[in-house]
C-alpha cells in the first residue's frame, strides 16, 4: 500500500495489530464502511500571492492514473482558477474572497498539468490563494462523483447558472454526507447559502443552510470562514420577510460582534470588516439612526478607498448618497453618485454598476434633470441586459417612458412602457427568473432603500 509520503511498505507482520485498530478508528472518524477509498497526496497545500491583470500558474505532474482533484481556497480575494486552458473548465466559488473551488481532471502517469488561478476583484487587490492536488482512484467511484458535483458548481458559478450550481452543490452535500466527509459538506453548504441570499433572494434558506454550514465544519474551519458564515447569517436573520425587526436585533448584533472577532483573527478577514460597518449601518438607519449610519458608511467607504476596494467603496458611497437624498442634500447625493460609478472598474461589479446607474438617474430626473436621467437609466438598462435580468431591463424601460412623457416625445414613451408592460425585451436573454446572473450588492431593498449586502 502507499502510506501519505507516496512510498510503499509492507503491511503483513501487522496485520493483527491493523484488525484491532481499523474498528477504534472508525469510531474516531466516524468513516468507516465497506468501500476502500483510495487517494493519494500528489501537492500539499501551498499557497502564493495573486493579485492583478496576470495570472498565477502551479505545474502538478501525475504520479498515477486516475482523476486529479485540484483545491483551490481563497484568501481575502476572488479568484477564477482552471486546468490546461480547457475551454469550459473555468470555476469560480459563490463565497467571494473566502470560497473553495475543485477542479476534477482525468490523468495519466507521468502527465502534467498547468493550474491557472487569476483575480476575479477589483484590479488593485492582491490576496492570497492556496491550491492542493490529490490522486483519486477511478474505481472509488462515490468519492469521485461528490468531487465531480462540487467540480460541477464551481463551473456553473462561473457560467453564471445559478440554479445548476445550487442544484450542483446540493448533491454534492448530499454525497459528502453520505461518505462522511463533513469539511465538504459544509464547504458545499456555504455556497448554497451564498446562493440562497444573493441570487434567488431566500433569505431563509440561506440562514439555515449557513447554520448547518457551521455545524458540519465544527471546530476545523479557519477564523475568516466562520466570519464569513456568521456574517451572512446576521445579514439573513435582518432580511427575512415577515421578523420583527425589534425582537431579532439583539441575535444580530451579537451575530455582527462574532464576525468582526473572527475577521479579526486572520489577515484574509481584513476586507470583510468594512463590509461588516456598512451592515451594522443598514441595521442602525432601520432604527432610525442616521447619523450613526451615516458615520458607519462614511468610514467604511474611506477604508475601502484606502484598501482600493472598489465595490466595497462603491457600496458604501451608495449609502451615504442615499442619506444626502433623503436629507433633501440633492447636489451632494449627486456627486457622491457620480463619485461611485467613476471609482467602479469596470465589468467588476455589472450588477452594482447596473443598480447606482438606475438610483442615479432616478436622482437626475427627480431633479429635473432628464437628458442626463434618461442616458443613466439607458447605461443601466444595458448592464441589466448583459446580465439576462429583464426585470431590470423592465424597470429601466418603464422609468425611460416616464422621463419621455416629461419630455413630450409621446411615441417613444409609448415603445418603451409597452415593452416594460407586456414582455421581455429582444436584448435581454431572459434566462428563468431565479437563474439572474447579475450580482445583488448594490440594490436597496424595498422598505429601507439601503444597502445591507456586500
Request: proline share 5%.
Amino acid at each position: 500500500m502507499w502510506t501519505l509520503a507516496g512510498t510503499p511498505r509492507s503491511i503483513r507482520r501487522h496485520a493483527s495489530l491493523c484488525w484491532l485498530a481499523v474498528p477504534f478508528l472508525c469510531l474516531l472518524l466516524e468513516a468507516c464502511d465497506s468501500r476502500t477509498s483510495v487517494i493519494r497526496p500528489v501537492l500539499s497545500q501551498s499557497c502564493a500571492q495573486v493579485g492583478g491583470a496576470h495570472a498565477s500558474k502551479v505545474i502538478v505532474v501525475s504520479p498515477g492514473e486516475g482523476f486529479l482533484r485540484l483545491r483551490v481556497e481563497e484568501r481575502g480575494v476572488s479568484i477564477a482558477a482552471s486546468v490546461d486552458a480547457v475551454p469550459g473548465s473555468t470555476a469560480e466559488s459563490p463565497v467571494e474572497r473566502s470560497g473553495t473551488i475543485q477542479l476534477v481532471e482525468y490523468t495519466r502517469r507521468g502527465q502534467p498539468h498547468s493550474i491557472s488561478v487569476r483575480v476575479e476583484d477589483s484590479p488593485d487587490i492582491t490576496g492570497e490563494y492556496c491550491i492542493q492536488a490529490d490522486l483519486i482512484a477511478a474505481s472509488d467511484t462515490e468519492h469521485l462523483s461528490a468531487e465531480q458535483s462540487y467540480a460541477a458548481a464551481g463551473r456553473a458559478t462561473h457560467s453564471h447558472d445559478w440554479n445548476a450550481a445550487f442544484d450542483a452543490y446540493l448533491g454534492a452535500a448530499r454525497k459528502f454526507d453520505t461518505l462522511r466527509m463533513p469539511q465538504s459538506s459544509a464547504a458545499s453548504r456555504q455556497a448554497m447559502a451564498e446562493i440562497a441570499y444573493l441570487r434567488f433572494d431566500n433569505k431563509r434558506d440561506s440562514y439555515a443552510l449557513a447554520s448547518e454550514a457551521l455545524a458540519n465544519y465544527g471546530n476545523g474551519a479557519e477564523p475568516f470562514t466562520v466570519g464569513a458564515l456568521t456574517a451572512l447569517q446576521a445579514r439573513a436573520l435582518l432580511d427575512i420577510p415577515g421578523l420583527d425587526a425589534t425582537a431579532i436585533a439583539p441575535e444580530v448584533r451579537r451575530l455582527q460582534a462574532a464576525a468582526a472577532k473572527h475577521f479579526q483573527a486572520h489577515p484574509a478577514g481584513a476586507r470583510e470588516l468594512p463590509r461588516l460597518a456598512i451592515m451594522t449601518g443598514f441595521l442602525e438607519y432601520r432604527f432610525g439612526g442616521y447619523a450613526r449610519a451615516r458615520a458607519l458608511f462614511s468610514g467604511a467607504a474611506q477604508t475601502c478607498r484606502q484598501l482600493r476596494d472598489w465595490d466595497c467603496y462603491a457600496i458604501a458611497g451608495q449609502n451615504v448618497a442615499m442619506l444626502e437624498y433623503e436629507g433633501k442634500n440633492y447636489t451632494v447625493a449627486l456627486s457622491t453618485f457620480a463619485d461611485a460609478l467613476r471609482s467602479l472598474p469596470a465589468r467588476l461589479d455589472p450588477k452594482l454598476a447596473a443598480d447606482i446607474w438606475n438610483n442615479y438617474g432616478t436622482l437626475q430626473g427627480l431633479m429635473g434633470f432628464f437628458s442626463d436621467s434618461e442616458r443613466s437609466h439607458a447605461a443601466a438598462m444595458r448592464e441589466y441586459a448583459q446580465l439576462g435580468d429583464c426585470q431590470g431591463v423592465r424597470r429601466n424601460l418603464a422609468r425611460s417612458g416616464n422621463l419621455m412623457v416629461q419630455l413630450g416625445t409621446l411615441s417613444d414613451a409609448k415603445s418603451y412602457l409597452q415593452q416594460a408592460a407586456f414582455r421581455c425585451p429582444p436584448e435581454c436573454s431572459a434566462p428563468p427568473l431565479r437563474a439572474f446572473a447579475g450580482r445583488r450588492r448594490g440594490r436597496w431593498p424595498a422598505r429601507s432603500r439601503l444597502s445591507s449586502d456586500r
